[in-house]
């Protein structure tokens, strides 16, 4: 199963953005989400988690207070609104879900089981 994630793009620096993921929660039995992203040569970077069911979030360091990420329960969707884009926020932006029970921050990679294909956001000076 492969999530689908949109709202990649090129913008300008200090601009802002809005990423989306269509998660089917129930179907496949999903307790969080996350964003992710990789620049190239650079390993897979946590970026932000929220759990499905409180909403409880936990933020990178390096994004928080710029990114917020949400869920849609009605919609079955996950965002991630970014702002004060900077060009080190340049990569590719995955989205993901996990089935691990709700004991974590969600911050590894390894937490998670299912992926999307990623969206290239490009932030130019």
């Known amino acids: 199963v492969q999530l689908q994630a949109s709202g990649g793009g090129s913008v300008q620096v200090g601009d802002s953005l809005r990423l989306s993921c269509v998660v089917p929660?129930?179907?496949?039995?999903?307790?969080?989400v996350g964003w992710f992203r990789q620049a190239p040569g650079k390993e897979r970077e946590f970026l932000a988690s929220?759990?499905?069911?409180?909403?409880?979030?936990y933020y990178a360091s390096s994004v928080k207070g710029r990114f917020t990420i949400t869920r849609d329960n009605a919609e079955s969707t996950m965002y991630l609104q970014m702002g004060s884009l900077k060009p080190e926020d340049t990569a590719v932006y995955y989205c993901?879900?996990?089935?691990?029970?709700?004991?974590?921050?969600?911050?590894?990679?390894?937490?998670?089981?299912?992926w999307g294909q990623g969206t290239q956001v490009t932030v130019s000076s």
């Open positions: 929220i759990l499905w069911n409180s909403g409880r979030t």
């Open positions: 929660v129930r179907a496949l039995s999903v307790t969080a």
């Open positions: 993901a879900a996990s089935r691990v029970p709700d004991t974590y921050y969600y911050s590894s990679a390894a937490l998670y089981d299912y």
